[in-house]
């Protein structure tokens, strides 16, 4: 019977697997240290809940740790990690989305939907973007499906 191995805590990358999960791996950790600053410095919309709502800073220290976590469980060959990190690489689109709508329930201003999935950053909704299309990517799942335990 096989066992499944620990997990190892100083292994936060993988080199054998496919580039699109190696670079996912590295987004996954860039944009939660992101997060993590802008959880902190109260900033974009992570800053908005945080200062809105008692419980904001739980729902942001959840989204850097989906990042945090996913990479890192990824990097451990652990299926659970790649479902935590497509979560991730959505969470950004919709937390911002959410915010946004209400920002615009509460006051005269009107967002368009570009600015309400984007926040305005076209270059960060394209690094964005592309940790969703890595992570969703065919030989992504091939190798999660065939690999991870």
Sequence with gaps: MATASPLDPKRWFDRMQPQTLQIATWLLYLNGLFLLVDLVDRSDYLGYFRDRYGFGFLIGLAAVATHAGGGWLMANDRKLGWKIAVVASFLPFVLRFIAY???????????GLYRKLTGG???NAIFEIALCALLLHPHSRQHQKIWYR
Excluded: A, K, M, V
């Design 101 to 111: 709508t209400d920002i615009e329930s509460r006051s005269p201003l009107s967002f």
């Design 121 to 123: 950053s076209t270059l």
